[in-house]
């Protein structure tokens, strides 16, 4: 499929998404209330069979969050991102994609760790590489360590 081709099937079953086109890969821009809908579409509909999440992450905005996840169908040879915006900054939520994808299930987990976003109805949500007391969460850009170098 061209992105086209992508944008209009994405669009004809969700209406109120949009698309960035800047840059390496087609971003498709989602709620994330409706991110769920969209990657369960994404993965077990024969005309996208995104069998393969080869990355998720966060990008932390100040005012929100993003969650982004980099899809590819091995089968149609098409790649493109979805990203996911969180404005809850303080309580960060938003549903699991580990049982659609089991190589969410440690990326998730990486990011509760290191953002604070709170993944629902993950299985097994705990730190994973930072001490179970640790305070806070380094890669937020309101987190502050004493051994910190302020410029």
Not at 111 to 119: I, N, P, Q, S
Request: with cysteine; charged share 30%; hydrophobic share 40%.
């Amino acid at each position: 499929m061209t992105n086209e081709e992508i944008k209009s099937a994405v669009t004809a079953l969700f209406p109120t998404v949009t698309f960035d086109e800047t840059g390496e890969f087609l971003n498709i821009l989602i709620d994330s209330k409706d991110l769920r809908p969209l990657i369960k579409a994404l993965r077990y509909n024969n005309e996208f069979d995104c069998d393969f999440l080869f990355c998720l992450t966060c990008i932390d905005w100040k005012t929100h969050l993003t969650m982004v996840y980099h899809l590819l169908s091995k089968k149609h040879k098409h790649a493109f991102v979805v990203k996911a915006k969180i404005a809850d900054i303080n309580n960060p939520e938003i549903e699991t994609v580990s049982d659609i994808w089991q190589t969410a299930n440690f990326h998730e987990r990486e990011v509760y760790d290191l953002f604070g976003v709170k993944f629902l109805n993950h299985p097994d949500l705990r730190r994973i590489m930072l001490d179970e007391d640790w305070e806070g969460h380094p890669l937020r850009k309101s987190y502050v360590d004493e051994n910190m170098i302020s410029i």
